[in-house]
């Protein structure tokens, strides 16, 4: 299956799922009004390469802003990968990055790791020099 690469809008954040490194990640700002559209076919995409798929995924979410809408986008796929990984023990390794002085991201990604409990969730929280 091929990669999926979609660049960076105004309103929405880039994404680059590499299947040849099994490196997923999106990264930038997703505060777009209407964040099914642009979130629809990152899923759909997903759920097809998921069926086939039976290598260790690394996902990396570094977002710098996103709105409630686009965190219940983030929700729905975190939900799908860890219902794979638990049907499939198929590794899948979620890093949430975020900036030390980004308390709403820092908190989103809290959020996550405790609702997703099944799912390896890492916190990364960088440092600014």
Known sequence: MKSLF???????PKVSFDTSSNVFEITGDSFGE???RFFNPIVD????YLKQNNRFIEFN???????????KRFN???AMLERYYMA????VKINWICNQDDDEIIDYGEDIKEFFENLPINIHIKTTA
């Open 45 to 48: 995409w997903l759920q097809r």
């Open 61 to 71: 979410i570094q977002m710098n802003y996103l709105n409630t809408s686009s965190f």
């Open 88 to 91: 499939t023990k198929t590794l």
């Open 34 to 36: 209407d964040t099914l």
């Open 76 to 78: 729905e796929i975190l």
């Open 6 to 12: 979609i660049e960076a809008g105004d309103y929405s």
